[in-house]
């Protein structure tokens, strides 16, 4: 039977880059097919081609044995083709229904809506595909996984026969992503076909039929779960060998470095975000903070660094009241900040290389003499951090805005990590990585806690935050609902938690049980 999707020499170039070069793909009816690759290895530019984003300068695209002409989202989603983004796309203050009908309205005698029918129509297509979502309920009262079912709900009310998910885990609890593996299945079951794209390895084993790697622009491998490991996978999208799992040493955590007492946070519409949170970090620990995005823990971090300000509580560093003080002195102070948001938080994207890595010490000697910068030795220092921290950069004074998300990423770990620091705050380190990147941040994280350096860790990542953390606090509404020792413990307890659900007893599991890496 020929697949219902044909890519054939999809060739695609941008200036000094060539994103496919001659990429032949195909899906067939029923099937999930992963595609990996490291950041910068085109599989986005292939999907946005796919998508009609963007128009290829070479190949074809073929359905159910046909050539096909893609210009828009429109053409995609008139031939069937549909995309769950990972960033949702619905509006919160409109009912299920209305998000689905939005762009594809039903409407009845006299030209008013028929929502009604469009209600009908959705019951019909959550019962069959088992995606349990209620038409009338409001999308700001859905919890994170059920909106995800609606974006799903949105493409088969289109009529979408191949559905292609984008990192569709990211914002997910672990059980939420069993949740949305069974419905994938039930998809597929049912006739329809899917694209995977993900950067965790452990999912791409779980639930795939098959596994196309891109590397460069080409595709360099196609494998299945059967035939594949964590580490042969791995392999094929960098090129080397990747060790997935940190051996962590064991060390015994010192005196408390950062202390937070009942700390209050409120948004600018003065609505509580965190609410009497206490924490202390000690020396030589990492404590994760777990929790699905949105929970809190962005003015937690804002709060410790001095980006937002507190309504009530205290936060001490080293025994210095940091409450109501600036960024720059809490830096000043021994403390290092890799942000969630690199391009937004922890750049200037015109700068170049050389220049980004000095954004904390510029002002300092051997930096500058008085008002005067002393580039000859902010260069030097840039040559030598990107020799250490395998920044992959044309030159020291290439604009870091022109780097992958890795190496900018790599950046900001070079400046932060490379000063003689007591705490530091690491959010999200590897949002968006690929498994060569997700590594090295690893490495070098649990290298600073053997140095003695205190660590808060916040991820919505919960694999990450098991490899890591030696102490997890979980973040739910606000509140820490709980906080546990790293040992035994069950991700299936601290994903309940991340859930808003307490259980009575914590889950255990085998001492001798290795934690799954990020991947």
Same mark, same amino acid.
């Given at each position: $039977?020929?697949?219902?999707?044909?890519?054939?020499?999809?060739? =695609?170039?941008?200036?000094?880059?060539?994103?496919?070069?001659?990429?032949?793909?195909?899906?067939?009816?029923?099937? !999930?097919?992963?595609?990996?690759?490291?950041?910068?290895?085109?599989?986005?530019?292939?999907?946005?081609?796919?998508?009609?984003?963007?128009?290829?300068?070479?190949? /074809? %695209?073929?359905?159910?044995?046909?050539?096909?002409?893609?210009?828009?989202?429109? @053409?995609?989603?008139?031939?069937?083709?549909?995309?769950?983004?990972?960033? +949702?796309?619905?509006?919160?203050? +409109?009912?299920?229904?209305?998000?689905?009908? *939005?762009?594809?309205?039903?409407?009845?005698?006299?030209?008013?809506?028929?929502?009604?029918? &469009?209600?009908?129509?959705?019951?019909?297509?959550?019962?069959?595909?088992?995606?349990?979502?209620?038409?009338?309920?409001?999308?700001?009262?859905?919890?994170?996984?059920?909106?995800?079912?609606?974006?799903?709900?949105?493409?088969?009310?289109?009529?979408?026969? %191949?559905?292609?998910? @984008?990192?569709?885990?990211?914002?997910?609890?672990?059980?939420?992503?069993?949740?949305?593996?069974?419905?994938?299945?039930?998809?597929?079951?049912?006739?329809?076909?899917?694209?995977?794209?993900?950067?965790?390895?452990?999912?791409?084993?779980?639930? &795939?039929?098959?596994?196309?790697?891109?590397?460069?622009?080409?595709?360099?491998?196609?494998?299945?779960?059967?035939?594949? @490991?964590?580490?042969?996978?791995?392999?094929?999208?960098?090129?080397?060998?990747?060790?997935?799992?940190?051996?962590?040493?064991?060390?015994?955590?010192?005196?408390?470095?950062?202390?937070?007492?009942?700390?209050?946070?409120?948004?600018?519409?003065?609505?509580?975000?965190?609410?009497?949170?206490? *924490?202390?970090?000690?020396?030589?620990?990492?404590?994760?903070?777990?929790?699905? #995005?949105?929970?809190?823990?962005?003015?937690?971090?804002?709060?410790?660094?001095?980006?937002?300000?507190?309504?009530?509580?205290?936060?001490?560093?080293?025994?210095?009241? %940091?409450?109501?003080?600036?960024?720059? #002195?809490?830096? /000043?102070?021994?403390?290092?900040?890799?942000?969630?948001?690199?391009?937004?938080?922890?750049?200037?994207?015109? +700068?170049?290389?050389?220049?980004?890595?000095?954004?904390?010490?510029?002002?300092?000697?051997? +930096?500058?003499?008085? !008002?005067?910068?002393?580039?000859?030795?902010? *260069?030097?220092?840039?040559?030598?951090?990107?020799?250490?921290?395998?920044?992959?950069?044309?030159?020291?004074?290439?604009?870091?805005?022109?780097?992958?998300?890795?190496?900018?990423? =790599?950046? %900001?770990?070079?400046?932060?990590?490379?000063?003689?620091?007591?705490?530091?705050? &690491?959010?999200?380190?590897?949002?968006?990585?690929?498994?060569?990147?997700?590594?090295?941040?690893?490495?070098?994280?649990?290298?600073?806690?053997?140095?003695?350096?205190?660590?808060?860790?916040?991820?919505?990542?919960?694999?990450?935050?098991?490899?890591?953390?030696?102490? !997890?606090?979980? $973040?739910?509404?606000?509140?820490?609902?709980?906080?546990?020792?790293?040992?035994?413990?069950?991700?299936?307890?601290?994903?309940?938690?991340?859930?808003?659900?307490?259980?009575?007893?914590?889950?255990?599991?085998?001492?001798?049980?290795?934690?799954?890496?990020?991947?």
């Amino acid at each position: $039977m020929a697949p219902i999707l044909e890519l054939r020499g999809i060739t =695609k170039q941008f200036p000094g880059v060539l994103a496919n070069d001659h990429i032949d793909l195909a899906l067939h009816k029923g099937e !999930i097919l992963a595609l990996l690759g490291e950041n910068g290895a085109g599989k986005s530019t292939l999907m946005n081609i796919l998508y009609g984003l963007y128009q290829p300068d070479e190949g /074809e %695209i073929l359905i159910n044995g046909e050539t096909v002409k893609i210009n828009s989202p429109t @053409d995609a989603i008139n031939q069937g083709i549909g995309m769950v983004h990972q960033h +949702f796309m619905l509006i919160p203050v +409109f009912t299920v229904t209305e998000n689905v009908m *939005l762009g594809d309205e039903s409407v009845k005698a006299g030209g008013f809506l028929d929502r009604p029918k &469009a209600a009908q129509r959705i019951q019909e297509i959550s019962s069959s595909y088992k995606l349990e979502v209620n038409p009338n309920d409001y999308v700001r009262d859905l919890p994170v996984g059920v909106q995800q079912r609606v974006e799903i709900i949105k493409l088969l009310y289109r009529n979408a026969e %191949i559905l292609i998910f @984008d990192e569709p885990t990211a914002v997910l609890t672990p059980q939420e992503a069993d949740e949305l593996f069974n419905i994938m299945r039930s998809l597929v079951a049912q006739g329809k076909s899917i694209i995977f794209i993900t950067h965790k390895l452990r999912e791409v084993l779980a639930i &795939a039929n098959r596994v196309v790697v891109i590397r460069r622009g080409k595709v360099v491998g196609e494998t299945t779960p059967e035939a594949a @490991d964590k580490n042969s996978l791995a392999a094929m999208m960098v090129g080397r060998e990747v060790n997935l799992v940190v051996k962590k040493k064991e060390t015994t955590p010192g005196d408390v470095v950062c202390s937070i007492q009942d700390l209050v946070v409120a948004d600018k519409f003065g609505n509580v975000v965190v609410d009497d949170v206490s *924490l202390d970090i000690r020396a030589g620990e990492i404590l994760g903070v777990a929790g699905v #995005q949105g929970n809190g823990q962005t003015e937690l971090v804002e709060a410790i660094t001095g980006l937002t300000k507190i309504a009530s509580g205290k936060i001490t560093l080293l025994g210095q009241d %940091i409450s109501k003080a600036t960024p720059r #002195q809490i830096t /000043e102070l021994g403390s290092a900040h890799v942000p969630e948001d690199r391009q937004a938080d922890g750049l200037v994207l015109p +700068f170049s290389v050389a220049e980004n890595l000095v954004l904390c010490s510029y002002h300092l000697p051997p +930096f500058s003499k008085g !008002i005067i910068l002393q580039y000859d030795t902010i *260069l030097k220092n840039a040559e030598k951090l990107i020799q250490d921290f395998d920044i992959r950069t044309p030159s020291p004074l290439t604009s870091v805005g022109s780097l992958s998300g890795g190496n900018q990423q =790599k950046v %900001i770990i070079a400046r932060e990590l490379s000063r003689p620091i007591q705490f530091l705050v &690491a959010s999200q380190p590897t949002r968006g990585l690929d498994v060569g990147s997700i590594e090295y941040i690893h490495k070098r994280i649990e290298q600073k806690r053997e140095e003695g350096c205190a660590v808060l860790l916040v991820s919505p990542e919960l694999d990450e935050i098991m490899e890591l953390s030696d102490r !997890i606090a979980v $973040m739910y509404r606000g509140k820490i609902s709980a906080v546990v020792p790293n040992k035994g413990i069950s991700k299936k307890y601290i994903g309940l938690l991340m859930a808003g659900v307490v259980p009575e007893e914590p889950m255990q599991v085998s001492e001798e049980t290795e934690i799954e890496a990020t991947l």
